[in-house]
């Protein structure tokens, strides 16, 4: 089923949850990072209408999006910068395997491209250009670890 992004928190204290459109997540060595607090986005199944909310709870590690450190380099981007939700979304769907945890308590599952592509929609969203979001997307498609 394709998903697509319908928001993210614009407001603290949402839920319990963090409410910056960014998650709060520190650096623990140069290819980690904690999500320091629990953080969500809402998405949408195309075929139904579904709206649901992603739950990551803190404290998750994640890597940044799994793209290879050179390609950083080489767009420009870094992942405690702007790229920070897509990377900490696009990291527990993989971690997990597909599976969501929602604030609803249903389960959803993403396939690799799924993620991949809600990956993107959070970068553009966050204000990656076209351009960029498109390059990490097509490097994540094409070298990250497989499902």
Partial sequence: MPYKLVGWPEQ????????L?????RPLSRTKYVLVTS???????VETSYSFSIVIPAPFIYDGASIPRLAWSLLGLRPDGLIRAAAVVHDVLYAQKGPANTLEGTAHYFSREEADKLFLDLMLAAGVS???ATLA???????GPRW
């Fill in 12 to 19: 603290s204290d949402v839920g319990g949850l963090s409410g």
């Fill in 21 to 25: 459109c960014q998650p709060d997540s």
């Fill in 39 to 45: 953080y969500w986005v809402r998405v949408r199944d």
């Fill in 130 to 132: 076209k351009r960029r």
């Fill in 137 to 143: 997307y097509r490097a994540v498609r094409w070298f």
